[in-house]
């Protein structure tokens, strides 16, 4: 089968700013290499209902089309090896939905367009969640893409979990990432905060975004956060973070930090 992709070189700086990009919008199939000390090659595939993204039209590119088994993101998946996401829960990548009854596992079927769990900022909010949460706690996922980190909470003894994301097709993939593991996510299609109902409060608020989509709602949820709740925010590059926080002085108190080579992740309590 015929895949197209698109190739663009770029430094080191530049090379974040599109993996960023593309993360934040769902183009998870992206391959790196090193092409002299300063440069790299990247280049990402497109799905087969996936055009060029125009937020990439202002980089130098150049299209492309290469004949690829049609299963190879199977064979992608099959190759994916279980790994510890956090301290005490290991993440079991699987082929098909199958439910997964290991004690302290974790299972998703990995999905080009919603994310494997191996990513860093993944890793960072998962574990800073797994931190926070309290047994009983109630929970909200703004952009939950597969689900796994509302998931993850009610496997570490959350009361409810709440998955916000604006995609239908997300919604679906977090009801199965529940019924693989065994658990309930109250999962609603939701542009940003747009579906939470009056009254509804939450001890922890997770969001796993880019900066640019973070600061377009995170002071909302001091309506939503309970007075002694936290929120982590995590998907936000190192060379960004301190001018995101300050914009949210008013608002928060920074509580703690993580970080995983160019990412950053944060622990912010409500004023």
């Not at 009983?136 to 003894?157: C, E, H, M, P, Y």
Request: charged residues 25%; glycine residues 6%; hydrophobic residues 40%.
């Amino acid at each position: 089968m015929l895949y197209k992709y698109f190739t663009l070189y770029a430094d080191e700086k530049i090379l974040e700013e599109i993996d960023e990009l593309c993360f934040s919008e769902g183009f998870y199939s992206i391959f790196s290499e090193v092409i002299d000390s300063n440069l790299w090659r990247v280049k990402v595939y497109l799905e087969p209902d996936q055009e060029f993204p125009p937020f990439l039209s202002g980089y130098p590119f150049e299209l492309g089309g290469e004949e690829l088994e049609e299963n190879w993101w199977k064979k992608f998946k099959e190759n994916l090896k279980p790994f510890m996401l956090t301290h005490h829960t290991k993440l079991i990548p699987l082929e098909e939905p199958n439910q997964i009854t290991e004690e302290g596992a974790l299972g998703i079927v990995p999905g080009s367009a919603f994310g494997t769990g191996l990513h860093e900022t993944t890793k960072l909010a998962s574990r800073l969640l797994e931190k926070h949460m309290e047994p009983g706690a109630f929970v909200l996922d703004v952009g939950s893409g597969t689900g796994i980190l509302s998931a993850l909470a009610l496997k570490r003894g959350a009361k409810k979990a709440v998955a916000l994301d604006i995609d239908p097709a997300a919604v679906e993939k977090c009801q199965e990432t529940a019924w693989i593991n065994g658990v309930s996510i109250d999962a609603r299609v939701s542009n940003f905060l747009s579906a939470l109902k009056p009254g509804e409060r939450f001890n922890v608020i997770v969001s796993n975004m880019i900066v640019e989509l973070l600061e377009r709602f995170v002071k909302e949820t001091t309506h939503y956060l309970k007075s002694d709740g936290v929120i982590i925010l995590s998907g936000i590059l190192k060379e960004k973070f301190d001018a995101f926080v300050t914009t949210l002085e008013d608002s928060f108190s920074l509580l703690e930090t993580e970080e995983m080579n160019e990412w950053k992740a944060a622990v912010l309590k409500k004023r």
